[in-house]
């Protein structure tokens, strides 16, 4: 089975300061690995996925994340936040053979303060 | 090009009712997934759809029932409705299943919010 787990349930930033949320996962085959964002009162906006290459992904609005296989760990970084980017952060793996069942993370509450 | 379209946006139903929410994917994407959104749980995985059969099944209980139709629009059906179904219910559509591990390519709906009292 797949697990994946956020272990910060909220971080608070200052505006424009970096932030880094983390993303650990385990499973017992190999999989992809994704990153969504959830603003108030909307569905999910895919942030960026790993598939396989580069372990260092680029997605939108400034966020990357490194897929990190040793620590099983998929954390996501952007260098200088802006309120905008306050939503709720949901980590997601999907196994590589046939599933197409996305398990998520219990998500991570981004708070940007002025 | 019109994303996923999802009606209605928010439900007020009662105890015992049955409700259906519908799902319009990207015009051309074949698969069609569902979600379950609530505070305790988070997003659970409901079912995916592709080409009017169903291929994937999450954990729920049978009450909890969909299907696609030849133009890729999907529904949902919750019978017997109880106060936990209440939730934000996501769908999701993708282009093909014909590469595993693909997956929804982060082509969500808004949503509906089903609301039981």
């Known amino acids: 089975a797949q697990s994946v787990t956020q272990l910060d349930s909220q971080v608070p930033v200052f505006e424009e300061a970096p932030v880094e949320l983390r993303c650990n996962y385990s499973s017992s085959v190999s999989v992809y690995l994704f990153w969504y964002v959830q603003y108030p009162n909307q569905g999910l906006q895919l942030l960026l996925k790993?598939?396989?290459?580069?372990?260092l992904v680029k997605g939108i609005n400034g966020f990357e994340a490194e897929f990190n296989k040793s620590q099983t760990s998929f954390h996501l970084r952007k260098p200088s936040v802006h309120i905008s980017d306050t939503a709720e952060y949901f980590c997601a793996v999907i196994r590589m053979d046939s599933s197409y069942k996305l398990i998520f993370g219990s998500g991570t509450r981004l708070l940007v303060r002025p | 090009k019109a994303g996923v379209t999802q009606t209605p946006r928010y439900l007020i139903k009662t105890r015992g009712q049955q409700v259906t929410l519908s799902c319009s994917p990207i015009?051309?994407?074949?698969?069609v997934s569902w979600y379950q959104q609530t505070p305790g749980q988070g997003l659970q995985f409901l079912f995916e759809y592709f080409s009017e059969t169903q291929r994937n099944k999450g954990n729920f209980p049978g009450r909890f029932s969909g299907r696609q139709f030849s133009n890729s629009r999907s529904e949902m059906n919750v019978s017997t409705l109880e106060l936990g179904d209440s939730a934000l219910y996501l769908c999701?559509?993708?282009?093909?299943?014909?590469?595993?591990?693909?997956?929804?390519?982060?082509?969500f709906g808004p949503g509906t919010r089903l609301t039981v009292t």
């Open positions: 790993y598939l396989s290459g580069s372990t």
């Open positions: 999701a559509s993708s282009l093909n299943n014909l590469t595993p591990g693909q997956g929804p390519r982060g082509y």
């Open positions: 015009s051309g994407h074949r698969s």
